[in-house]
């Protein structure tokens, strides 16, 4: 059986895998939300990660100012 290991919790770490995930993916930005960045995190917290690309900054935007509500697809 593999075992993962919990996600960072210390702000550096976390600055820099958000900005190798954003140089690998091309986004805009990477944020970083949940659990760990409430500091609520136990052993089988996940690390919840959103690239933002070019054409999404204006919908994040929209949705963060609550005009717009954003759903899985269904």
Do not use: H, I, Q, Y
């Not at 770490?13 to 091309?26: C, D, Y």
């Not at 939300?33 to 959103?50: A, I, K, T």
Request: aromatic content about 2%.
């Amino acid at each position: 059986m593999n075992t993962l290991e919990p996600p960072p919790t210390d702000e550096a770490e976390l600055r820099l895998l958000a900005e190798k995930v954003r140089e690998a993916s091309g986004a805009k930005m990477v944020l970083v939300f949940g659990s760990v960045v409430r500091g609520e995190s136990g052993p089988e917290s996940d690390l919840d990660l959103l690239p933002v690309l070019d054409g999404d900054a204006n919908l994040l935007g929209a949705a963060l100012e609550g005009r717009v509500v954003l759903s899985g697809g269904r």
